[in-house]
């Protein structure tokens, strides 16, 4: 792979009716210490609702429902009472689904259970991603922690862990290092902060960098930087000098559900050296 610092390039009608039947459960994901296993989310243990089962599974929702169930629709209702989508449930179907990706709105979406015009069975369930970054690291100093490419590529570029302990999916669609890191992000080095066409994300299964990348309810997942924020350049961000140096910079990641943005900083230290390829860098968070 070449790689060329100039310019690097790497990696969419709530029906009731009076008297209808409500159980307003709540639903939810559990953590699973990142396994990305989904919980049982909202289930019916009386055995005496058509649905058995609502929860988020990857980027949908899934309605189980009951073998005798006699319904024949299912609707999601978003946070805003606005019809997201309606599912005919035919004779015999054990489940239906709704894609809801990661551009919907969070909030309590309600779940209706529908025979005819009449709702049988309401549920709420909270769909909302909660990410956090975990750690981040340099390749040079934790290649172990890396995709399996050459030493000199994994070297300049970084790994960040995150962790969606919510309930809803979401896609980190931009990762960003400002400050005093060699080859920042803003227009002291690569400057593509506010490019709305370059993430700075790598894919190394697609070896290009990507748009975006998804991270699903209870999940884990390691980002790695395509646009080489710890490559020496001349010219660019921070030199290795005979004295050591010290600053800290801001690790962003922009996410697309509520376009939000995470934010962690770090401290960072250069040894004294005049050849950056023997200057040791450590990091620590603030």
């Known amino acids: 792979m070449t790689r060329n610092h100039s310019h690097l390039s790497r990696r969419t009608a709530l029906r009731t009716v009076a008297g209808a039947a409500l159980a307003g459960v709540a639903g939810c994901l559990n953590d699973n210490g990142g396994s990305g296993t989904p919980s049982n989310g909202t289930t019916f243990p009386d055995g005496q609702s058509p649905l058995t089962r ?28 606005e019809l997201f989508g309606e599912r005919d449930v035919a004779t015999g179907a054990r489940q239906v689904s709704f894609e809801i990706g990661t ?10 259970a529908l025979k005819g015009e009449e709702t049988v069975v309401e549920a709420s369930l909270l769909i909302q991603p909660d990410l956090s970054i975990v750690e981040m690291g340099i390749g040079r100093n934790q290649p172990d922690k890396m995709w399996n490419g050459e030493s000199d590529e994994i070297a300049e570029d970084a790994f960040v862990t995150v962790e969606n302990q ?24 690569t400057n593509y902060a506010e490019n709305e066409d370059v993430s ?20 884990q997942i390691t980002v790695y930087s395509s646009r080489s924020p710890f490559a020496f350049v ?27 943005q995470i934010s962690e900083t770090y401290n960072i230290r250069y040894s004294a050296v005049e050849d950056p390829d023997s200057c040791d860098i450590t990091i620590n968070e603030v």
Do not use: M
């Open 54 to 81: 609502v929860a988020v599974e990857g980027t949908a929702l899934v309605v189980e429902v009951a073998e005798a169930a006699d319904i024949d629709q299912v609707n999601l209702i978003q946070p805003n009472g």
């Open 103 to 112: 551009a919907y709105t969070p909030g309590e979406y309600q779940v209706l």
């Open 166 to 189: 919510g309930s809803g999916p979401d896609a980190i669609t931009k990762l960003l290092f400002i400050g005093d890191v060699p080859y920042p992000s803003d227009e002291g080095g």
């Open 200 to 219: 700075g994300i790598y894919d190394p299964e697609a070896d290009t960098e990507v748009n975006e990348i998804t991270i699903a309810a209870g999940k």
């Open 234 to 260: 001349p010219g660019s961000g921070i030199s290795c000098k005979e004295e050591q140096q010290s600053g800290e910079f801001n690790l962003i990641l922009e996410t697309r559900v509520g376009a939000t």
